[in-house]
């Protein structure tokens, strides 16, 4: 399985971008997937995770209500639909695919068996 997740760039902050994930190879709908984010000196850090139907995501507190994390299985994507950018949502964003249906926050890293590269948003004040 490989991803490839794109769209990132500058943003002002309080505006918007969109990040996609695309998956090639495997079954796609048979894995929760998720966003992580890591900025420069920081741990990574889980934004939302959605399981293989994509029936009702969670989020991380940073991001609830702000962020909004949907799938297409039909095109072996996901979405992370970011609104309400601050400075500090400036990091490396990831795309990762659960090795189960279904993934919580609480899993750790090992949980997933697979990474994009990262796509880099920076939020200018």
């Known amino acids: 399985v490989q991803l490839q997740a794109s769209g990132g760039g500058l943003v002002q902050a309080g505006g918007s971008l969109r990040l996609s994930c695309t998956a090639s190879?495997?079954?796609?709908?048979?894995?929760?997937m998720a966003w992580f984010r890591q900025a420069p000196g920081s741990e990574r850090e889980f934004l939302a995770s959605?399981?293989?139907?994509?029936?009702?995501?969670i989020y991380a507190d940073s991001v609830k209500g702000r962020f909004i994390m949907s799938r297409d299985n039909a095109k072996n994507s996901v979405y992370l639909q970011m609104n309400s950018l601050k400075p500090e949502d400036t990091a490396v964003y990831y795309c990762?695919?659960?090795?189960?249906?279904?993934?919580?926050?609480?899993?750790?890293?090992?949980?997933?068996?697979?990474w994009g590269r990262g796509t880099l948003v920076t939020v200018s004040s």
């Open positions: 990762a695919q659960a090795r189960a249906y279904a993934v919580s926050p609480s899993r750790p890293l090992d949980a997933y068996a697979y």
């Open positions: 190879g495997g079954t796609f709908s048979n894995n929760g």
């Open positions: 959605i399981s293989g139907s994509g029936i009702t995501p």
